[in-house]
């Protein structure tokens, strides 16, 4: 296929939708879709591509920093996905032409094709993840504090949690285990502010203002019911860490994060559909 593929197009999205979209799938580490990656390094110049783009690669980027930074300060995890991100952005993004588009020149539909995308793009981000160094980074384990990336029985903890990725073999969980470990998941991105980094990302990239706008506007609205956070009220990493551990002393874990999940599904389904 040669020329434009306008994905958003397609399927015959608004923006304001789009951004609803963007929203609540951001949050969930999973799901990362190798024809908008292809789309977002093939329309550099479509504001709706790059988001998606960005979205993918924090999808594909976060599980490689929070293996890396386990232990350490949340400011570390959200340093290594950040700079991840960048890297990917610029090595792939460098040649419109080159080396993705060689591989692979007409969109990437077919099963085995996405498989293979993923994989490559994957691979680069785990390069990048190993090479960069972060502020905190001083190659040392961190006494749990307030501050850590790790809690006591390992929550957060991509390895503990299995968190599935588009490569790994199906994994049978119950019901509850998987509402529980998208809510640890969901909650990791609150904890490195992962809309921040997002934004920030696409600011760098060329995403305009409005767009930018819109999304903080529609993020404000839905998290006035977030069960974690106090009336809408942003909270930094320390902050909301100490919230977390004062809920666990009265409330088991798993039907804490589970609790997230459930908003996370009542809010998507009241704003999306």
């Known amino acids: 296929m040669e020329g434009k593929y306008d994905m958003h197009k397609e399927t015959g999205e608004r923006p304001e939708q789009f951004i609803r979209e963007l929203f609540f799938d951001l949050q969930t580490v999973d799901g990362v879709k190798p024809l908008e990656i292809w789309s977002g390094f093939r329309e550099p110049d479509d504001p709706l591509e790059k988001a998606s783009l960005v979205k993918n690669l924090y999808k594909i980027a976060l599980p490689l920093a929070n293996e890396r930074?386990?232990?350490?300060?949340?400011d570390a995890h959200a340093a290594r996905?950040?700079?991840?991100?960048?890297?990917?952005?610029k090595h792939f993004g460098a040649d419109s032409g080159g080396e993705?588009?060689?591989r692979f020149p007409?969109?990437?539909?077919?099963?085995?094709?996405?498989?293979?995308?993923y994989q490559v793009v994957k691979a680069k981000g785990a390069e990048v993840a190993a090479q960069v160094e972060t502020p905190e980074d001083d190659g040392k384990e961190h006494p749990l504090n307030l501050d850590t990336g790790l809690f006591p029985d390992g929550l957060f903890d991509f390895r503990e949690m299995r968190v599935v990725d588009n490569e790994l073999p199906f994994i049978i969980f119950t019901d509850k285990e998987y509402r529980v470990i998208?809510?640890?998941a969901i909650v990791y991105g609150w904890l490195i502010d992962l809309e921040a980094l997002f934004l920030q990302t696409l600011s760098e990239n060329g995403v305009g203002a409005e767009i930018l706008e819109e999304y903080r506007?529609?993020?404000a609205r839905v998290h006035q019911e977030n069960p974690l956070l106090m009336q809408g009220r942003k909270m930094g990493s320390q902050e909301l860490v100490e919230y977390i551990r004062v809920k666990l002393q009265y409330q088991d874990y798993l039907d804490l994060f589970e609790k997230v999940y459930r908003w996370f599904e009542i809010a998507r389904e009241k704003y999306v559909g």
């Open 69 to 74: 930074c386990a232990g350490r300060p949340f």
């Open 81 to 89: 996905a950040y700079m991840t991100v960048a890297g990917m952005m």
């Open 100 to 102: 993705l588009f060689r």
């Open 106 to 117: 007409d969109p990437p539909t077919g099963a085995e094709e996405q498989k293979e995308l």
């Open 182 to 184: 998208h809510g640890l």
């Open 217 to 219: 506007q529609f993020s």
